[in-house]
């Protein structure tokens, strides 16, 4: 807010300043020419006697004449000259508002031109206008892909509900326990989407609230790792944790929501083997990390890893599952925690997925015995 107050009384500023040095300059060509022409008219038609320096100098009609034709020119030069000026203030703003017009009718590529940089201040509204337009055109086009895909995420859980809800009803299918489980599985599926959904939209908004306290990340890990150790038994991989005892300010089960995140992440895309857990801190952060032995990440696709609905293997993902929200609900997480969420390739050259928190109130815990 003062920023664009200061920019505004800098353009006042510099249109004074430019209207008053026009006026200066009309003066100064008065000025100038009244003794110009003078000069040539003592030279060249003298008085018919000789001045003293006590005559009473009285205008006759040929010197208003050449006042008048001083004053002439001065405003004409006077008038281009503000004309320009006006021209070079008002082109920008005149395309700002044209842009703003066509923005408005929902054309959102419009952008405005800066037209004479000279004018840094409205130079400066011009590209803050265009930078605003740009990330309006971005959000929409985010929010117009984020409608595609959920409506394609939420697509086959409901087909499949309704197909077999329907050969129940008709008939065709038997309503026995296999049924219902198989409903319950799709149902589930839908749950952790929305739930997923939520969390990122609420951390979008900065609305994502957090119960922060005292909690053991160890004995969080372990949960998290005991809820899912059977899917990651079925997909050929092994859990090793190796686990410092923290106590952190934070939210658990959020932190745990993380981790189970980053879990079944590495069970869709990771080779069986070995799944490395770790936990430690230090007085300034807490790190947790989950370490695969591959494939790792396909090149270039680290900078939109964390971003919704992103997949570096569709064939993988169709095959065991998911949203492609997993890691994006880490990184929510991270931020409301005011941590963050990171990728680098291990020395085995598979994935290690870190999740870093503050740990102002970190302190070692004791385990019991």
Known sequence: MNGSVE??????RQIVLSM????????LIAFVGSIVIYGLLFLFSPPPYPPTGKELFIPD???YLIFAILLLFG???????ASRLARRILAPLNSLAESARSIAAGDLAARALPGDRSLGETALLVDDFNAMAVRLQRMTADM???NAAIAHELRTP???LRGRLQGMKDGVFKSDEAQIRGLLFQVEGLTRLVDDLHIVTL???GRLEMRMEPTRIDVEIRRAVDSIVEELSEAGIMVELMLAPVVVHCDGTRIRQALLALLDNARRYAVPGTLVVRADGDADNVRLSVEDEGPGVTPGFEAQMFEPFARADASRSRKFGGSGLGLSVVRAIALAHGGTAGYRENSQGGSTFELV??????QAAAIPN
């Open 7 to 12: 920019h505004r009384g800098r353009l006042v």
């Open 20 to 27: 008053g040095l026009v006026s200066c300059i009309t003066m």
């Open 61 to 63: 009609p040929r010197d």
């Open 75 to 81: 405003l004409v030069v006077a008038v281009i000259m």
């Open 144 to 146: 117009s892909a984020w």
């Open 158 to 160: 409901l087909t499949i």
């Open 203 to 205: 951390q979008d908004i």
């Open 357 to 362: 928190i503050p740990a102002s109130a970190f």
